[in-house]
């Protein structure tokens, strides 16, 4: 039940292509879902963030998609860039615990 | 503002040593969130300390084991080391245990047990 299952493991899109990255969760006491992206060699990054209160936030390319009767959410990248190549995570928490259960990771190859 | 800073960077043990790893959070955080980083097993939490308490605890053995000092540093300690203990340890801080506060990683320690 605390599991965050994320898909597809790796994605390859070309340069101003549209990155979907999907993820799913079971334990219905999560109620903050953060994306991170990290770069070889370096700690993971917040990108951007949700609540279950509200269904779709957008942060410049980035943006979450949050479907709570169906217990998932998606992170969209428009107009991917080179730049965006890195390994993404989904992760969930709860309030009473700030411990994040991350999904296993997605590897993003935006070809030039 | 510095970020986190994760001591050693790299680190190889053998068998049945133990190993210590530092955290320094960002100044003014007083919650530290501990990470292992494994490609099999991919993120998992370890454990979270706020204000030198242990506040959460993840699915891992005893051999885990963790502290945070009155300057909100923190350590973590393995002992007696397993092959399988061969990951990326991440450790993460934030300014308060609030759900929605930001944790901010550090470049993790990587550590390899022959």
Known sequence: QQQVKQSPQSLIVQKGGISIINCAYENTAFDYFPWYQQFPGKGPALLIAIRPDVSEKKEGRFTISFNKSAKQFSLHIMDSQPGDSATYFCAASTSNTGKLIFGQGTTLQVKP | ?114
């Open chain 2, 1 to 114: 503002k510095a970020g986190v800073t994760q001591t050693p960077r790299y680190l190889i043990k053998t068998r049945g040593q133990q190993v210590t790893l530092s955290c320094s959070p960002i100044s003014g955080h007083r919650s530290v969130s501990w990470y292992q980083q494994t490609p099999g097993q991919g993120l998992q939490f370890l454990f979270e300390y706020f204000s030198e308490t242990q506040r959460n605890k993840g699915n891992f053995p005893g051999r885990f084991s963790g502290r945070q000092f009155s300057n909100s540093r923190s350590e973590m300690n393995v002992s007696t080391l397993e092959l399988g203990d061969s990951a990326l340890y991440l450790c993460a801080s934030s300014l308060e245990r609030s759900r929605e506060e930001t944790q901010y990683f550090g470049p993790g320690t990587r550590l390899l047990v022959l």
